[in-house]
């Protein structure tokens, strides 16, 4: 057990390392084949210069963690059965990375003068609810096989935890694994954003991970730790690629996955605090406007713009200053909740 934590850190940085190299090429081909990112209307007026940037960047970070996740627990697994837990969250991260990929593709065909805006949000909804109910109902049978965690929730600050029902227990999974993915999608409109709120989060469950013995759950996380920070060598500003939906919807699902299977989902909040407050703040405005509208005849909102981080911008803020300042709440708010978890 000693050597785990090593272990899974050494792979995190030969994963970044791996991506470096042949990231490169990955975003020259994307470019020549004109997979290019199209601002939404309403802030092109401060992202116009971002038109045409290669997208799909999620396929850097989803691909090489699959690939080295499998390499590394194959042998155990059909020999013994070890490692069969990271099967869920790596089938959850390609699942919802295959939905991404084609909200993705559905959207850049308007920079080939085809219509197209991305597959409808009910439609999305509907795969993500899907994928997430069937996550959720392989967790809740599992839960003593491999998944020693799952079915149960950690209480912060009590030595104690709760096993749930499975009536309980699926729903409430299935909110974690779809709002996490549409949190992070909100997340991802800033250059960096996403990707250090990603790992950030991803690191702190794997340190909670290693606490409570799950050394396959460990590597993991810290294999999608080096991914990410691969995929940001190019996502740096001025970003030569982006993550798109292809990245955003499947690391926001699994983080819920992992969270659930390590029963400390409660500290999902404070860990993932940068995305459940963007996905608040858009709620806070859609609600607003509605609710003035409807009973005060006229529109009042309180943000300039949502996601929270474009309020931000508009307020006078530079791009990097905004990334900068929420990563630093999501790292230290990701460090309270291994904190909590440790007491």
């Not at 940001?232 to 819920?256: C, R």
């Amino acid at each position: 057990m000693d050597i785990q934590l090593p272990l899974a850190l050494t792979v995190g940085g030969v994963t970044f390392l791996l991506g470096v190299i042949w990231g490169g090429p990955f975003v020259e081909v994307l470019r020549r084949l004109g997979i290019g990112k199209q601002i939404r209307e309403e802030i092109r007026d401060v992202h116009q210069h971002k038109v045409g940037t290669p997208t799909m960047g999620g396929i850097m970070i989803i691909v090489p963690t699959v690939l080295i996740t499998l390499a590394l627990n194959v042998a155990n697994i059909v020999q013994t059965g070890q490692g069969a837990s990271v099967l869920l969250p790596i089938g959850v991260l390609v699942s919802f990375a295959f939905l991404g990929f084609i909200d993705d593709w559905e959207g850049i065909q308007m920079s080939r003068g085809i219509v197209g805006e991305g597959i409808s949000s009910r439609t999305k909804l509907i795969g993500q609810l899907v994928l997430a109910g069937l996550a959720a109902f392989i967790l809740s049978q599992y839960g003593e096989d491999g998944f020693s965690f799952a079915n149960s929730l950690q209480l912060p600050l009590l030595s104690g935890k709760l096993s749930l029902p499975a009536i309980i227990f699926i729903p409430v999974t299935m909110f974690i694994i779809v709002g996490m993915s549409n949190a992070f999608n909100l997340t991802d409109g800033m250059d960096s954003l996403a990707g250090l709120i990603t790992s950030s989060a991803f690191a702190a469950y794997g340190v909670i991970a290693f606490i409570q013995g799950q050394v396959f759950i460990v590597q993991l996380c810290f294999t999608i730790v080096g991914a990410c920070f691969a995929f940001l060598w190019f996502n740096a500003p001025p970003a030569d690629l982006f993550m798109g939906d292809t990245g955003s919807l499947a690391l926001g699902a699994t983080l819920g996955v992992v969270a659930v299977m390590t029963g400390e989902w409660l500290l999902l909040p404070i860990i993932a605090i940068v995305p459940v407050v963007e996905t608040l703040s858009v709620i806070l405005q859609v609600a607003s406007a509605k609710l003035s509208r409807r009973y005060l005849g006229e529109d009042i909102r309180p943000f300039r713009r949502t996601p929270l981080h474009h309020h931000f911008e508009l307020s006078g803020w530079k791009e990097t200053q905004v990334v900068h300042r929420f990563w630093l709440v999501g790292l230290l708010s990701a460090m309270i909740g291994v904190a909590l978890a440790l007491l």
